[in-house]
Structure formats: C-alpha cells, structure tokens
C-alpha cells in the first residue's frame, strides 16, 4: 500500500537544510521541516544546543568559494567570515526565501522508520515543548549535518587534569593559566592551539600524521580562489600545487612538524599560517602522538614527556544518525554507502543531504546535490525517463566519486570526494532530470 501523502519530512535547518528546504519549495514538493533548535543555522550559530562553535571560528575557506550562487555574502562581509557572519548570512538566506514557514523549531526528531516497502512511507516520531508527536511522510529528507557527535578517543591511561573534546570550547579564557595540550592538528585543532597560545601557559600540539599547510591568502588574494579557469588534471594539478605551497609556506618540518605520509590532497590540508608562525617562534612544541598519561604527565610515542593541566580533544566528529537504524541507510564501514552521497540504491523515499566533504565544493555544490534529489523525486512522481534512468543507475551498483583520489582510510574521509568528477555527475544529472518539463 502506497503512502496516502506526498509529503516529505526534512530533518535539520542547518545550511544543507535550508538549501533543500529552499529546493523543495522551488519544485513544489510538499515537506515538514523539523529542528532541534529555535532558529535557522545549525552549528553556525554558536547558541544552537548541537553546536560546536568557538569564538574565533572562522571559515577556512573564502566566501566567494562558499556562499549560494543565487544569494552571495555582503561586500563588506570579511573574505573569511566569522562564525557570527555566517549564522547571520543563514538567517538572512532564510528570510529571502521564506523558509522558517516550513520548520517546527525546538522539535527534536527521535525516530524514523519506515511503514513497509519502497514508496509505502515513513513514520517520524518527535519531542518539543507540547510532548511527543508522529507522523507518517511519504519520505524523508536527513540533512542534520555532520559535525555534532564527537569522536572523542580512548587515551591510554589516566588523566588527572581537565579532558575535553574541542566540542566543549568555546572560548579562550578557558585555557587561563593551564598547561594545555591540544591532540589533533586538523582545521580546528590548529585554530584551537593559537588561541591556547595566547591565552594559556603553555600549549603543545600532539600530531599522530602530518598535515600540508596551506596559507590563506597568496598575493593579498584568498588562496582558493586562485586556481584560475584553467582545471588541471590531479596528474599535473598535484606537482604544480606542492610547488607553490613550498614558496610560500616553506618547510613545516623546520618546525618540528611531521612529514606527510600521503600525497597532497589525499586528505583535507589545513588552512592556517599562525600554527606555523608559533611553532617557528617557539610559542607552540610539536609532539608526537600519546602512549601513556599518569596523572598529568603524558609521554609521547618518541619517549618525550611532559605535564598539562588540560588535555584538548580536536579529534573530530562521526556521522549520527541516532534516530534511523543504520541498515536503514545501506550503512557500510564509517558511512552509509549511498549513490552520489545522497541517494540510497534501492529505495526512493529516504535521502541523505550534506553527508559530502571535498575540497572547494563550498555551499553551491551542497545546493546542487539537494537540486538533484528533489529533481528526482519530482521526476519518479511524473515518471520520466531521465529519472527511471537514474533509479536504474543507482540499482546497479556504483563506487564513491573519488575521481581515483586515494583518500586516506579514515573515518571522516569516508564520505570525501573529488570536487570535479562529483560535481559534473551532480550537475550532469541536473540537466537531464530539468530536460522533461521540471521548472
């Protein structure tokens, strides 16, 4: 029996929620958007209950590389904006497009699962203020994010100082007077560690891998946005590219720094020049990673020691999806294996958005995933060609759009693909399913 709405729910007002939900309303699908939070944002507005903000969080990418193409930042917006600037730009995203109609604020959605096969529907159960609710959806729509549930490690040992995730920082005061050591050196452990920096005892910076550098601006321009309109092939684009970063980031093993045992772009690099501006002053050590901790004295992997009064966590998140069962979304080792990140292979009625890193995607090609899922629901209802083309491609089996990148085997590179071959197959798609009639 086939659900008896076309309805879907949408689960998250982040930005990979408002850019569905802005989609949706486009199309004319009918949706129920659903939110923990009182407002739009997610974890960009710092007061949001799943946060992970901190005061000085900025972007690291730029915002021309960033914003929606059909709603671009303010001129006087900072070229790398402010967590603060970036909640304000969502909001205001959401007022132009008249998306906060759609949402229930401060409903936490604590189960989803589905009445019976394919196209039968499913059933969302949720918390707010008033009790707890249900109700069936024709589909659903997941774009809760992916950097709430910390990936908080187990040290060896024990530790009698301070342990927190870098989920729990929020501002600098909280490093006053501490010996602080910051484990991980990703985009936020490196951010963190400067703020520590200036505000702690002391700060040291445990690196389990090397990480390749990259500066901010080059030439008073924002680096990203330098690549020209020429694409190079990663054969050429990779040699070329290292050769730049040597000029003008030079060598992070000169300050203590490990070297990389990957190739450029086989993970995510880290945007940052005060990191390695402190490590070459002296400010910041470099350690090596954890092998014991007494008390508050840790001892590193190359037999150095030394004692803190807090330990900092910048290990990361893992994907959370508590409210579905995990076979639910073709869950395969670190992240459900699903078509082009969004679409799962047999069913047609349960979507993930914004489960996608790759360098330079920026919030446009988060758009055009949700463009391309909502394209598709709306071509399974007219029953198009295009769209039982691509119900037949996703059955069939398919590998992640990596481009041949052999991203390293971690947990949050399992949903990381290659810009280019993602989003020429997304926008390919685009084209086809909006070739039939679809406005």
């Given at each position: 029996?086939k659900?008896?709405?076309?309805?879907?729910a949408?689960?998250?007002?982040?930005?990979?929620?408002?850019?569905?939900?802005?989609?949706?309303?486009?199309?004319?699908?009918?949706?129920q958007?659903?939110?923990?939070?009182?407002?739009?944002?997610?974890l960009?507005?710092?007061?949001?209950?799943?946060?992970t903000m901190?005061?000085?969080?900025?972007l690291?990418?730029?915002?021309?590389?960033?914003?929606?193409a059909?709603?671009p930042?303010?001129?006087?917006?900072a070229?790398?904006?402010s967590?603060?600037e970036?909640?304000?730009?969502f909001?205001?995203?959401?007022?132009h497009?008249?998306?906060?109609?759609h949402?229930?604020?401060?409903?936490?959605?604590?189960?989803i699962?589905?009445?019976?096969?394919?196209?039968?529907g499913?059933?969302?159960?949720w918390?707010?203020?008033d009790?707890?609710?249900?109700?069936?959806?024709?589909?659903v729509?997941?774009?809760?994010?992916?950097?709430?549930?910390?990936?908080?490690?187990?040290?060896?040992?024990?530790?009698?100082?301070?342990?927190?995730?870098?989920?729990?920082y929020?501002?600098p005061?909280?490093?006053?007077?501490?010996?602080?050591?910051?484990?991980?050196?990703?985009?936020?452990?490196?951010?963190?560690?400067?703020d520590?920096?200036?505000?702690?005892?002391?700060?040291?910076?445990?690196?389990?891998?090397?990480?390749?550098?990259?500066?901010?601006?080059?030439?008073?321009?924002?680096?990203?946005?330098?690549?020209?309109?020429?694409k190079?092939?990663?054969w050429?684009?990779?040699?070329i590219?290292s050769?730049?970063l040597?000029?003008?980031?030079?060598d992070?093993?000169?300050?203590?720094?490990p070297?990389?045992?990957?190739k450029?772009?086989?993970?995510?690099?880290v945007v940052?020049?005060?990191?390695?501006y402190?490590?070459g002053?002296?400010?910041?050590t470099?350690?090596?990673?954890?092998?014991?901790i007494?008390?508050?004295?840790?001892t590193?992997?190359?037999?150095?020691?030394?004692?803190?009064?807090?330990i900092?966590?910048?290990?990361?998140y893992?994907?959370h999806?508590p409210?579905?069962?995990p076979?639910?979304?073709?869950?395969?080792?670190?992240?459900?294996?699903?078509?082009?990140?969004a679409m799962?292979p047999?069913?047609?009625?349960?979507f993930?958005?914004?489960?996608?890193?790759?360098?330079?995607l920026?919030?446009?090609?988060?758009?055009?995933?949700?463009?391309?899922?909502?394209?598709y629901?709306?071509?399974?209802?007219?029953?198009?060609a295009s769209?039982?083309?691509?119900?037949?491609?996703?059955?069939?089996?398919?590998?992640?759009?990596?481009?041949?990148?052999?991203?390293?085997?971690?947990?949050?590179?399992?949903?990381y693909?290659?810009?280019a071959?993602?989003?020429?197959?997304?926008?390919?798609?685009?084209?086809?399913?909006?070739?039939?009639?679809t406005?």
């Open positions: 029996m659900s008896q709405t076309e309805k879907y949408l689960i998250g007002a982040g930005p990979m929620g408002l850019a569905t939900a802005k989609v949706l309303a486009e199309q004319g699908i009918a949706f958007g659903f939110d923990l939070h009182s407002d739009v944002g997610g960009w507005d710092i007061e949001a209950p799943k946060s901190y005061e000085s969080a900025h690291i990418s730029s915002k021309t590389m960033t914003e929606f059909d709603f930042m303010d001129e006087d917006v070229e790398y904006p967590h603060r970036m909640a304000r730009y909001r205001d995203f959401a007022d497009f008249d998306l906060r109609r949402y229930r604020f401060g409903a936490e959605v604590t189960e699962t589905p009445v019976g096969a394919d196209g039968d499913w059933r969302v159960a918390r707010d203020a009790g707890a609710h249900e109700e069936t959806f024709a589909g729509m997941i774009a809760n994010g992916t950097l709430s549930e910390p990936n908080m490690p187990d040290f060896p040992g024990q530790f009698e100082g301070e342990l927190i995730h870098a989920s729990q929020r501002h005061e909280q490093f006053a007077g501490k010996r602080v050591l910051v484990v991980g050196a990703g985009n936020s452990g490196c951010d963190i560690a400067v520590a920096v200036h505000h702690g005892q002391s700060c040291d910076l445990s690196m389990r891998r090397g990480y390749y550098f990259v500066p901010k601006y080059v030439f008073g321009k924002p680096a990203d946005t330098m690549g020209g309109a020429i190079l092939p990663m050429l684009k990779r040699p590219d050769l730049i040597r000029w003008f980031v030079g992070p093993q000169k300050y203590g720094f070297k990389p045992d990957y450029l772009y086989e993970s995510h690099p940052n020049s005060l990191v390695l402190h490590a002053h002296g400010d910041l470099i350690q090596s990673d954890i092998k014991d007494q008390g508050k004295t840790v590193f992997t190359d037999g150095r020691s030394a004692d803190y009064d807090m900092l966590a910048a290990t990361g893992k994907l999806y409210f579905i069962a076979d639910l979304l073709n869950w395969q080792g670190s992240a459900p294996h699903l078509y082009l990140n799962h047999t069913r047609d009625d349960i993930v958005l914004g489960m996608i890193e790759a360098t330079g920026g919030w446009q090609g988060r758009h055009e995933q949700a463009e391309m899922v909502v394209r629901v709306k071509g399974l209802r007219a029953n198009t769209a039982r083309t691509l119900k037949a491609e996703k059955a069939k089996g398919f590998e992640r759009a990596t481009g041949g990148m052999q991203y390293l085997d971690l947990a949050r590179m399992a949903y693909v290659d810009k071959t993602y989003r020429g197959a997304v926008t390919g798609w685009i084209k086809k399913l909006a070739g039939e009639g406005p």
